[in-house]
């Protein structure tokens, strides 16, 4: 009898995970829509099969009895004992390092896809990683996933959307400003640039001024006293 209740508890406690997680994922997927005329699209596409399963449900008995193995088969695998658990356990990774990774793969785009995570996870970590091991380590670092994340190239995937996203992308370095520096001069600099004058025979005079440019060059004038 107590194995028996055992079996039955862990069937209650399996179809409330199996209730709340599909709950979840069906909110999840109406808000995923970013107009409201998708939230209608995806509302009529939920509606349609809710609607044929009921009918089919309610005609055949064979039906209900198929629908409740299956529903018992899924709520026996929700609560799998914690020896099998430890298997799929993924190593620690810093919710930080996490969101640092994510607007890496992003870049400028609107979001990355788990898939794309997945693969730079695989590669950094020498391990295999899927898309649910993302969706785990994402759950439980708090970030949202959307079932809906267009990437140009790629097409849309079930992803992280940047507005989703914790912290912000690092900035690039700034350049400090240019600063207006004033020529300085030194002494022998000012000496060799300043023009001289040297006295010629008959009073005339000649005026030398070095180059600034190029010291190699000097500019003459000479000057000759009027003759009457």
Do not use: C
Not at 42 to 48: A, D, M, P, V
Not at 129 to 141: C, F, G, I, Q
Not at 142 to 156: A, E, F, K, M, W
């Amino acid at each position: 009898m107590t194995r028996f209740r055992k079996v039955i508890e862990r069937l209650a406690r399996g179809s409330s995970t199996v209730a709340l997680g599909t709950a979840r994922g069906i909110a999840g997927w109406l808000k995923a829509g970013e107009k409201l005329s998708d939230f209608l699209v995806r509302l009529l596409f939920l509606g349609i099969p809710l609607y044929v399963a009921w009918r089919l449900l309610a005609a055949t008995r064979a039906a209900m009895w198929g629908f409740l193995a299956v529903w018992l088969l899924a709520a026996w695998r929700a609560t799998r004992p914690a020896k099998d658990e430890a298997k799929d356990e993924e190593p620690e990774l810093h919710p930080e390092d996490l969101a640092e990774l994510l607007w890496e793969l992003t870049g400028d785009h609107k979001g990355v896809h788990l898939a794309r995570v997945a693969q730079q996870l695989t590669k950094e970590t020498k391990r295999t990683w899927k898309v649910k091991d993302v969706r785990r380590l994402l759950e439980a670092a708090d970030i949202p996933v959307r079932h809906s994340v267009r990437v140009p190239g790629v097409g849309v995937a079930v992803g992280v959307h940047r507005q989703d996203m914790p912290g912000s992308p690092s900035p690039a370095p700034v350049e400090p400003p240019l600063q207006d520096v004033e020529p300085q001069v030194s002494p022998a600099t000012a000496t060799a640039t300043a023009p001289y004058v040297r006295q010629l025979g008959g009073g005339g005079t000649a005026t030398f001024t070095p180059d600034p440019i190029n010291p190699h060059r000097t500019a003459v004038k000479v000057v000759q006293p009027a003759q009457d």
